[in-house]
């Protein structure tokens, strides 16, 4: 298998990022979080942990939330099977629906991972710590936290 074309990727995951940040940022979490009560359920769940963070620990609490509202709509058998036949989304855009589409056939997964190796800016070749399987991550974000620490 010959060089990943990184130029290619990076470019799908920006396009991507796009339609995330307008259709999941803006959007998909808040309407899940109020629609099927996730942040509350949440923070039922966390209430046993709070010792563990602050008050002022909001950024890393909403983060968090986000996270899990994320993972409980795009999840196998998530709440995206149920979102997609609702009405508040019938006046997507074709790229949208297309793109939440592509989520819910593609279940996203938990990966408990480490990095193994940086082959070009941005891009990670990381390691899930309990399948041991590899994969590319591209993540701005990365960087930053590594930097900071957030």
């Given amino acids: 298998m010959g060089m990943p074309d990184y130029q290619k990727i990076k470019n ?5 990022s796009v339609i995330s940040t307008r ?11 109020k629609h099927d009560k996730l942040t509350a359920e949440l923070s039922n769940q966390l209430t046993k942990y709070r010792h563990i963070f602050h008050k002022e620990d909001t950024a890393w609490v909403d983060g968090i939330t986000a996270q899990y509202a994320g993972h409980r709509i795009f999840k ?5 099977k149920k ?9 997507l ?8 589409e592509q989520q819910a056939a593609t279940p996203w997964r938990f990966s408990f991972s ?10 990670y070749e990381m390691e899930d710590v309990f399948s ?19």
Avoid: M, W
């Avoid at 855009?93 to 939440?100: A, F, V, W």
């Fill in 12 to 16: 799908i995951c920006r396009q991507n």
């Fill in 23 to 33: 259709l999941l940022d803006e959007f998909l979490l808040h309407y899940a979080a």
């Fill in 76 to 80: 196998k058998e998530g709440l995206i």
């Fill in 83 to 91: 979102y997609l036949k609702h009405s508040a989304l019938k006046d």
């Fill in 93 to 100: 855009l074709p790229e949208e629906r297309s793109y939440l």
């Fill in 114 to 123: 480490i990095i193994v190796a940086s082959p070009e800016t941005d891009f």
């Fill in 132 to 150: 041991e399987e590899s994969f590319l991550l591209f993540s701005p974000g990365i960087a930053r936290f590594l930097e900071t620490g957030y």
